[in-house]
């Protein structure tokens, strides 16, 4: 067992730990959501074209990937409460950077820090919640992703608020905002728990499915369902406005589709502790892939698309316990579809447009429903393939069982020699290799 692992059952968070967990992603979904509204001010200021303007969001995402894989590469040589003290703190001198930067490079550079912290952040916490509630992870971790959602909704309502020319104030109190949130990291245990089923030394082996072929299709399934989650964001208004609806409607009913993502993951958190995540994920990839080709009906558009935020909210948070348990001994697995799913963001505004160009506004829900349905397809796959090695370890018990009501049957010959039972095979219960270094 490492240095930053402890053994299941091992609190890993204090009740005000959790709160101010939740705290913090509150304020990473206001960050990346503060940029867009604040795009007219920036242009002014720094006489901006829209494009170059757009660069501040981009520096945020390039930052937020590197923060990731960089705590990602510093975890077991520091401790949880240092990496997410270091991503508070990064975040805190971004923000107040950009909101002092004296000129547009400055700011990006200050945007690509708070990024950093961002992506420190984002995976830090969803690792710890992934693996420190026990059977309880899976709701714990739509709760906080829910947080995340409130700020999103948060943030652009103060830049609305306040106007968008005082955004550097907004960015300072962001920066400050992220200060007490250090004082709560004392509730955060500095180990965490081994995921459930990690063998305690040597041993391990892939039953079912390549371990390699299982990451590989969680990493798609990450990029495919956020690709989605952009997408219906990103040209919900358009298709809307295409289709006869006017251009407020239609950006009310996007704010309707985020609101709904939020609320879905609220709701989604008792259904956890009684179904799997398999359950819950299939039956969130069929509900969105159904409610995008209902969209392509122009009267059902805008409640359709509502329908589509509700059924991928779950998807996120939910993969991840799914995702340690199946390959436990991987550890740098929440990296890779954390990461992944923050260029799956960034890559779905330009893939989907060349697609949009070739076949018409009006073919938007359709295009997504097709990726949608590589969603399902690729959960249909994990599921048989980690219910593979199920199976193969429940045989395995069966033998072992086997095995010893055997030697219970047999006579006893202890006055002979020792019973050997060496034999007897430890078996595994989920897909193990040794994980990336």
């Known amino acids: 067992m490492s240095s930053t692992e402890a053994r299941p059952g091992t609190p890993v968070f204090s009740p005000a730990a959790v709160v101010a967990s939740c705290v913090g992603f509150v304020l990473i979904g206001a960050l990346q959501a503060l940029y867009g509204p604040a795009i007219p001010a920036f242009r002014e200021e720094f006489g901006l074209t829209p494009s170059a303007a757009g660069l ?25 409460r240092q990496i997410l003290g270091a991503s508070y703190l990064l975040m805190a001198v971004g923000a107040a950077g950009f909101a002092l930067a004296p000129n547009w490079p400055a700011a990006l550079a200050a945007a690509l820090f708070a990024g950093l912290g961002f992506g420190g952040i984002d995976y830090g916490l969803n690792q710890l919640f992934a693996v420190g509630f026990g059977h309880r992870s899976t709701a714990m971790l739509n709760i906080l992703n829910a947080h995340f959602g409130l700020g999103a909704i948060l943030g652009p309502a103060l830049v609305g608020a306040v106007g968008s020319a005082h955004y550097p104030a907004v960015f300072l109190g962001f920066a400050v905002a992220n200060l007490p949130l250090l004082l709560c990291l004392r509730g955060v245990g500095d180990r965490a728990p081994q995921p459930t089923g990690v063998p305690e030394s040597g041993g391990t082996r892939v039953l079912g499915r390549s371990l390699g072929s299982v990451l590989a299709v969680f990493v798609a399934l990450y990029v495919l369902h956020v690709g989605v989650e952009a997408g219906v964001g990103g040209w919900e208004p358009t298709h809307l406005e295409t289709v006869g609806y006017g251009a407020g409607f239609a950006a009310t009913a996007t704010s309707v589709y985020w609101l709904m993502m939020t609320v879905g993951r609220f709701l989604v958190a008792p259904i956890a502790l009684r179904f799997s995540a398999q359950t819950i994920i299939t039956v969130s990839c069929a509900g969105m892939t159904a409610c995008l080709l209902l969209a392509s009906v122009p009267a059902l558009a805008p409640y359709a698309y509502a329908g589509v935020g509700l059924f991928i909210a779950p998807i996120f948070p939910t993969g991840l316990p799914w995702l340690h348990r199946a390959a436990p001994t991987a550890r740098r697995a929440g990296a890779l579809v954390i990461a992944a799913s923050m260029v799956g963001g960034v890559a779905a505004g330009p893939a989907l447009g060349g697609a949009i160009e070739a076949s018409g506004i009006r073919a938007v829900p359709l295009l997504l429903s097709g990726i949608s349905a590589l969603c399902l397809a690729a959960t249909l796959w994990l599921i048989h393939a980690t219910r593979t090695a199920d199976t193969s370890h429940t045989s395995d018990t069966f033998r072992t069982a086997d095995t010893t009501r055997t030697a219970d049957a047999a006579p006893d010959q202890s006055t002979s020699r020792p019973a050997d039972t060496s034999d007897t095979p430890d078996a595994p219960s989920t897909v193990n290799a040794p994980g990336p270094s």
Do not use: K, Q
């Open 56 to 80: 501040g969001l981009s520096a945020h995402f390039v930052g937020g990937v590197a923060g990731v894989l960089l705590f990602d590469r510093l975890h077991g040589r520091l401790g949880n």
